[in-house]
């Protein structure tokens, strides 16, 4: 928050001081205003690492003791006889705190004082604490749509500011159906948005969007980042990975609103589960995601540990926001984790049978229950036709005989007569084993209930118990965050210390309190009440003071605009041009990509470009090989899924555009919307533009744009009508080949490239 | 441990500089002010201080503007081509001694393997009369330019790790590549082209795969962009065919005119970046190809690196990268694949694959160090040349079985590698290996040694170029590295 404040005083506003507010009275608050000068001056000497002079001023108990000086470092209720006092006002530089750096602010030292005197006591830091039921503000306005619209309102009142008009309803559609199930809206979910004159018709429109089989989908698009879910192995030869039924089974969990306390368990124990269904099982590949290093000469114990660790991590960062890798080799600097709990955590993982073997075993070799489900369909459709000759037939059959059992690695405890121990690794030297240690959780962050074996089952029942103050913070933040490109606690990967503040913590207990207690951990409801909030629907246009005022929009006083995710970019375009294939589920595929990109070591797997439907399904079924991933993702800043990411930083780069220009994968979706813009009318451009525009944004163009696009098609199709040879080179697809329909491609992949395509607003 | 802490004091200090200030004050978003030629992140809206330029300044004055890294994959060995060992052909054929074995890991060496001697004949060259054997007759007579480290070691002993090591600082994914770091915190000398430009030569890339040139954590500007010799130079480079030059011209004016447009009516100062990097993409469309266009070159230049235009060569990437570093590009990895030497085929043959790597690169890098320099530009461009790790003094005997060629293991404990140009002593020879090669025994250089060694010639004090990830600042040392003073001129 210290860096916030300075950074806002540099943008020349005011917003800053109520922020302090929440944190309370008149009271110095240890939280808010002693930590982060700790943390920012004292803790690198005085903290988890290094505790020179024999103080920490991590925890109360050590601040209060005697440092190897002999003197009292904290005397609550007197700073006069503090040394933490006298050596930071200190003259002789030899003695002054921070030693060779600049001394503390004289408001700094004043504030130290003051808390000295009130008692200097400790606090937790916010997020160790558990949620605290909050009570929506009372505002007087007619605004508010639902509670969260009375936090956003406080705050921004408080500002002098208003919130903004709602959006423009083409807008706000496209802007739901994007954010609820990466699509953009078709022509008829326009028209029967912008005709439906009823008061419910947004509420209407969201239940419609929550029961898509594509909400799922889009969920599932950001699960996988964290999941580090890839078709392969990772490291070396990078070999194909069976692990696609999990990431159906991602998407049906979504899409059926699997409880995310459930959702959690069966992801991290579902084996351990009594009698577990295989898609129970399916689910436990969560944790097997991780890399195989399959280069000869390794020591697979070696990559098993390296394995095992990852698995430690990635359930901290994506559960409990919380970075415990630095905890690998030594006490947590800043937060209260010592060496020896980051073991512990890691005995809980360290007892499954995998062991870095290039099969990747143990594999479930089973139909998972979408696969059962298709085939009973595709059954039953085959029992009731009668020409075996007829095509919907024969591609039944066909659609069967590709449901087969895939090797979904899976996590398998060792038999207890071969289990392992678990040891402190020595400053994380895997090969230097210390103390033996046993199962348990980190004790800033609760226990497991007195009694709970020690296992993973447990483990996973501890993240989603309403004891643990992280969960459901971290994960309401998740998805506000993909709502409105940023978290309430911006930081999504880490709430400790060293973490952003959240810019509304009192909503954030509210509507994880909510997302626990009244909808049961349903996502369905969070989200819903998020995009019906007045807040979620503001207009995103920025005037000049809403900059100034607030260049990040902390503040939420306009809706978000931000750039479409790699997935959405891809998706957009496909449905636009009418090429999009809905079909759910099944194999990773293979759109066109450049050849010899995947000149990748030895060539194990080969990219083949896909020729048929599947040349154009949603990117989240692309093959994703994690050491050549998909090149235009990439671009568009997917992580290579490696490690577990929580928030994938947006870039704005001319590659970006090379990509939406020039990949065919983009100039066969021009060459689609053009033919669909073609479709309603004979010859006339105006109108064919007018189409074109209102599929990728639901609005008639403006007449600037209008005008700008009909001059282009115009020098477009005065080329083509002299250049049959470009005409011909130009359109790749089956589409006629004419100069009319070559200058509107051109003019679609024009249309495809504008800002207010290419954005969320 | 000592070195953490002195960092941990180290980042304390630096929060009183405008750098730091800066970069924390926007979080991870600093990055995009220190940005290469991609700038815009779009967290960083509004921000419009022209005197963030000023953070593109390195620590201290450079010594080196540009960094062309001639990566040898999978790992030549140091007792083929530079260190002499004599008492090594004498012990050719004897059983290693078990005092060599104890407590050591090898990646594929079981059991007692037996010495091998060197299959090469050594000289000395050159005024300071470095040794060289006789598999690089042309790099005999640059010996004068570079300094050799003789006592490399690292930490890692398989392939793939080994090179994230050399290449992120760290044996596993998911960390920055040297040139991102270095993108990062310098920016790009050309706006036109990419800040880092990798080239790979030979059957694959890396075991690493590209990986070791990701951006891993830091934002997605600062990946290394791969030119290739086939198809497009940069991916998508290229105009769709059928469209001419002019309509893309005016394409990218309608798409522009229309994102002002939008501007006007939404105020996000993100999209004039977009109308930006939209106006770049279109320049670079015609600067990539110019760069990458070796064909234009005199017969002369062919002659001396040995280049046919059109082809995937490591001469080829030589030359592309003396032209990549002449028009500004920062960071220039080359890879060339298949070093890896350990006698099991004869691609992995000392007696043949070997030979050939050292055919196929021996003339085109000894032509990139003249070619530098008789244009003035190894004054300011360092070339660094090197494996991940070395090779084993022993034989490799996978299974317990004496291999069908001569081949080596994968060794960590010394290796050379070698520097020239930039801020760097011209014929210094630095750090001693024991009689056999096996372990150095004078002026060690550790990998992350090398790498602050790197940054300190380019300027950055490598404890101070940090990234905010995860609750920690991370470095391309990770907690450790020493510059090696004794090799700067």
């Avoid at chain 1, 936090?151 to 709602?166: Q, S």
């Avoid at chain 1, 394995?307 to 559960?319: G, P, S």
């Avoid at chain 2, 793939?160 to 998911?174: E, N, V």
């Amino acid at each position: 928050m210290r860096f916030r404040y300075i950074l806002i005083l540099l943008a020349g506003t005011t917003i800053t001081l109520s922020a302090w507010q929440w944190w309370g009275g008149n009271r110095v608050d240890f939280n808010s205003q002693i930590r982060p000068i700790f943390n920012a001056n004292c803790t690198n000497c005085h903290g988890g690492v290094k505790e020179q002079g024999d103080i920490s001023l991590l925890y109360r108990e050590k601040a209060l003791s005697n440092g190897k000086s002999g003197k009292p470092c904290i005397v609550p209720g007197h700073p006069e006889l503090s040394e933490l006092i006298t050596r930071l006002k200190a003259t002789d530089p030899d003695d002054r705190m921070p030693l060779k750096a600049p001394p503390l602010a004289d408001e700094q030292i004043a504030l130290l004082e003051r808390w000295i005197e009130e008692g200097a006591e400790w606090e937790t830091h916010w997020s160790y604490v558990a949620p605290t039921p909050q009570k929506p503000p009372f505002v007087f306005s007619f605004w508010p749509e639902n509670d969260i619209d009375k936090f956003i309102l406080r705050k921004i009142k408080d500002e002098g500011l208003t919130p903004a008009e709602e959006a423009d309803k083409a807008l706000l559609l496209r802007r739901v159906t994007l954010d609820l199930t990466g699509l953009a809206p078709s022509p008829k979910e326009y028209d029967d948005f912008l005709n439906d004159t009823s008061n419910d018709a947004y509420e209407k429109v969201v239940d419609r969007l929550l029961t898509s089989a594509h909400y799922g989908e889009r969920w599932a698009a950001m699960w996988l980042d964290l999941a580090r879910y890839g078709d392969s192995q990772g490291y070396q030869k990078d070999r194909h990975r069976d692990i696609w039924q999990y990431r159906d089974w991602v998407i049906e969990a979504f899409n059926k609103d699997m409880p995310f306390d459930q959702f959690t368990v069966e992801q991290l124990a579902g084996d351990l589960l009594p009698n577990p269904t295989v898609d129970q099982r399916i689910a436990t590949a969560f944790h097997r995601n991780t890399n195989t290093n399959d280069e000869g000469g390794t020591d697979d114990e070696e990559f098993r540990v390296v394995a095992v660790i990852d698995r430690v991590n990635t359930t901290m960062e994506v559960w409990q926001g919380t970075t415990m890798a630095c905890v690998q080799c030594h006490s947590h600097p800043y937060d209260a984790f010592p060496h020896k709990e980051y073991y512990q955590m890691m005995a809980f993982f360290n007892t499954s049978a995998d062991a870095d073997h290039t099969n990747d075993k143990p594999v479930l070799r089973e139909l998972s229950g979408i696969q059962k489900r298709q085939q009973a369909e595709l059954t039953r459709f085959i029992a009731t036709q009668k020409d075996t000759c007829h095509e919907q037939y024969l591609s039944a059959r066909q659609k069967l005989d590709v449901i087969k059992p895939s090797r979904t690695p899976v996590m398998e405890e060792l038999p207890s007569d071969s289990t392992r121990k678990t040891h402190l690794f020595v400053r994380g030297n895997w090969m230097v084993h210390g103390q033996e240690v046993f199962p348990q959780t980190p004790k800033a962050l609760t226990q497991l209930p007195k009694g709970a074996p020690t296992t993973r089952l447990s483990l996973a029942r501890w993240l989603v118990s309403p004891q643990n103050p992280m969960t459901a913070r971290v994960m309401v933040n998740r998805f506000w965050e993909q709502l409105f490109g940023r978290g309430l606690v911006e930081t999504l990967e880490d709430f400790g210390s060293q973490g952003a503040k959240p810019t509304h913590p009192e909503l954030l207990d509210w509507l994880a309190l909510r997302f626990m207690n009244e909808n049961q951990w349903s996502v369905k409801k969070l989200l819903r009440e998020v995009v019906l909030s007045a807040t979620y629907r503001q207009s995103s246009e920025l005037s000049e003071e809403l900059l100034e005022k607030d260049p990040y929009n902390m503040l939420l006083a306009r809706g978000a605009r931000v750039r479409l995710s790699a997935e959405q970019v891809r998706d957009q375009a496909l449905s636009a041009s009418g090429l999009f294939s809905p079909k759910l589920f099944g194999p990773s595929v293979m759109p066109p990509q450049p050849d010899g990109v995947w000149q990748v070591i030895r060539n194990v797997v080969k990219w083949r470009n896909a020729e048929n439907e599947d040349r154009y399904r949603r990117a989240l079924y692309t093959y994703w090989r994690k050491s050549s991933p998909y090149a235009s993702f990439i671009t568009f800043d997917a992580p290579s899924r490696e490690m577990c990411l929580s928030r994938r930083i947006r870039t704005n780069t001319p590659l970006q555009a090379l990509v939406t220009l020039n990949d065919p994968v983009y100039l066969e979706a021009a060459q689609g919307l053009a033919w669909q813009m073609k479709q309603v009318t004979a010859l006339n451009p105006e109108v064919s533009i007018r189409e074109g525009y209102r599929r990728l944004t639901g609005r008639t163009p403006s007449q600037e744009r209008a005008t700008l696009l009909l001059d282009y098609y115009r020098q477009s199709v005065r080329h083509y009508r002299t250049s049959p040879r470009d005409v011909l080179k130009f359109l790749t697809m089956d589409y006629p080949k004419t100069p009319h329909l070559a200058a509107l491609t051109a003019t679609a992949n024009v249309m495809l490239n504008m800002d207010e395509v290419l954005t969320k607003q | 441990m000592e070195k953490l802490l002195k960092e941990l004091e180290q980042t304390d200090r630096q929060a009183t500089t405008r750098r730091y200030f800066l970069k924390q004050s926007i979080g991870h978003m600093g990055a995009m002010a220190l940005g290469g030629m991609m700038m815009g992140c779009d967290l960083f809206k509004g921000a419009s201080d022209p005197s963030l330029d000023s953070l593109r300044l390195s620590h201290f004055a450079p010594k080196a503007k540009r960094v062309i890294f001639l990566h040898m994959s999978g790992a030549p060995s140091q007792l083929e081509l530079f260190e002499n060992k004599p008492l090594l052909r004498d012990l050719d054929g004897l059983d290693c001694p078990p005092s060599l074995l104890e407590g050591k890991r090898f990646a594929f060496i079981v059991g007692t393997p037996k010495m091998l001697g060197p299959y090469a004949d050594f000289n000395q060259y050159g005024q300071t009369g470095s040794w060289v054997s006789h598999h690089m007759p042309y790099f005999q007579q640059s010996v004068d330019e570079v300094t050799f480290l003789r006592a490399m070691h690292t930490d890692e002993f398989n392939h793939a790790p080994a090179q994230l090591f050399m290449h992120t600082g760290s044996p596993r994914t998911g960390r920055p590549s040297f040139g991102s770091w270095v993108t990062y915190g310098l920016g790009s000398e050309n706006a036109n082209l990419p800040g880092f430009i990798v080239l790979a030569s030979g059957d694959a890339i890396p075991s690493a795969g590209k990986s070791i040139w990701g951006s891993g954590f830091l934002p997605s500007q600062y990946q290394g962009v791969q030119c290739r010799s086939e198809g497009d130079p940069v991916l998508y480079i290229s105009d769709p065919k059928g469209m001419p030059r002019d309509l893309r011209k005016a394409a990218i004016e309608t798409i522009s005119n229309i994102n002002r447009v939008q501007h006007q009516e939404m105020g996000d100062p993100e999209i004039l970046s977009r109308i930006e990097q939209y106006e770049l993409a279109f320049r670079m469309q015609t600067t990539v190809p110019d760069a990458m266009d070796i064909s234009r070159e005199p017969e002369s230049i062919h002659q001396m690196y040995g280049t046919t235009p059109g082809q995937n060569s490591y001469a080829n990437n030589c030359l592309l990268a003396r032209r990549l570093a002449e028009r500004g590009v920062r960071f220039i990895q080359l890879y060339h694949a298949d070093w890896d030497t350990h006698g099991s085929n004869s691609n992995e043959a000392l007696e043949i694959g070997f030979v050939n790597r050292c055919r196929e690169t021996d003339q085109a890098t000894t032509a990139l160090l003249t070619d530098l320099k008789q244009r003035g530009m190894l004054d300011d461009t360092l070339v660094v040349w090197g494996g991940e790790f070395g090779r084993t003094p022993m034989a490799e005997n996978r299974g317990g079985k004496k291999a069908p060629f001569r081949g080596r293991d994968h060794h960590k404990e010394a290796f050379t590698m070698w520097l020239a140009g930039a801020g760097v002593k011209q014929g210094f020879s630095f750090g001693e290996t024991d009689e056999i090669g096996y372990y150095g025994v004078k002026d060690r250089v550790h990998v992350h040694d090398l790498q602050a060694t790197i940054l300190h010639l380019l300027g950055f004090d490598h404890e101070k170029l940090i990234y905010p990830f995860q609750g920690r600042n991370f470095r391309l040392t990770d907690v450790h590295g020493k510059v090696v003073k004794q090799i700067l001129s």
